[in-house]
């Protein structure tokens, strides 16, 4: 069969691989689509501590149980399942998490193997009628963005700022309407992806300058009930904290380079404010599964936002695109 794997910085390579062998407790899938982020960019381009080469990457994965044919959505990050915290209820922060793609072959390949780890916690979802394998790879990012929303308690009559224009972003943009938000505002750096994304989602506004003026303006200077920082960006989570309401909530769902995390916090606007600032760490996989039925009933709609489809040989035009910024959402047909 043919896999994608990662090598080293710079060196992913489509190549053959023998067909994988389900051991005890496993399940061997045909994978039908494994979707692209921008964590795929970041590992292409400077590697991941946790993984050690050559590694089958992609984590967004979807496909048919082999010998059987039943339709299947895999989770990416993988709890232990008996730690304190997972004890507790919060697999997102298990201490112990391995994740596909990283310590285990992922889903850029025609057949994978999902670990027993990932059986033992009910990470293996059943693709509902009517949602096809693309979109059903859509439902790991969007469990994510759920995660985040819940820490943030979006809910409704919220005016909420989702700052990054990319897929991320887009899905907080549609999660937040379906949670009752009144207004959404969508702020990004970029005019070009900012206007492709605004196209498809249609937020309240889109702002692509001097965005703490414009959302006290659009508020009439009360500010944003909620602000979500789906970007990579210091800039940003420190312009979050300064249009943010009164007892407003600051989701920093984008982590920072880790060679440069410190922002600059006015802890009195958090103090005075009585803000709330929220960190996102994934999802669990009780997220997958409710973000599978949230595309189900389209409550948060996903068909739309996947721009490029393309086979496991164009890999490397997959993650140009992703790290270009010109695609909404990107999938790989192995």
């Not at 998490?97 to 057949?111: C, I, L, N, P, R």
């Not at 940003?236 to 380079?257: H, K, W």
Request: hydrophobic share 45%.
């Amino acid at each position: 069969m043919k896999v994608a794997r990662f090598h080293a910085p710079g060196d992913l390579r489509v190549e053959e691989a023998p067909e994988p062998t389900a051991g005890p407790g496993e399940l061997k899938i045909r994978v039908r689509n494994c979707s692209t982020c921008g964590t795929d960019t970041k590992i292409f381009h400077h590697g991941h501590h946790h993984i050690r080469p050559p590694r089958v990457m992609g984590h967004e994965i979807a496909g048919e149980v082999v010998g059987t044919g039943e339709r299947v959505q895999v989770i990416a990050a993988i709890p232990c399942g008996s730690c304190e915290e997972c004890r507790r209820g919060r697999m997102t922060v298990c201490p112990n998490q391995e994740s596909m793609g990283y310590h285990y072959d992922g889903g850029f390949a025609e057949y994978m193997i999902v670990p027993a780890k990932v059986m033992a916690v009910d990470g293996v979802n059943r693709i509902p009628d009517g949602v096809s394998f693309a979109e059903a790879s859509v439902a790991e990012p969007l469990a994510c963005v759920l995660n985040g929303q819940e820490l943030a308690r979006v809910g409704e009559g919220d005016d909420v700022v989702v700052m990054g224009a990319g897929p991320i972003g887009c899905l907080h943009v549609r999660l937040a309407r379906a949670r009752g938000a009144a207004r959404v505002f969508l702020v990004d750096v970029n005019p070009a992806r900012l206007a492709l994304a605004a196209a498809m989602v249609q937020p309240d506004a889109a702002i692509d300058a001097d965005p703490v003026e414009q959302v006290l303006k659009l508020t009439g200077g009360r500010g944003a009930d909620v602000v979500i920082t789906a970007a990579a960006s210091g800039t940003a989570q420190e312009q979050a904290l300064r249009m943010a309401a009164r007892q407003g909530r600051v989701s920093f769902f984008g982590g920072l380079p880790k060679d440069d995390p410190i922002i600059a916090c006015d802890s009195n606007l958090v103090h005075y404010r009585e803000l709330t600032i929220v960190g996102a760490n994934g999802s669990s996989p009780a997220h997958n599964a409710r973000a599978l039925g949230l595309i189900a009933e389209e409550a948060v709609p996903v068909a739309d936002l996947i721009t490029h489809r393309l086979g496991l040989s164009q890999v490397l035009e997959a993650i140009d695109l992703v790290s270009k910024g010109v695609a909404i959402k990107v999938t790989i047909e192995p």
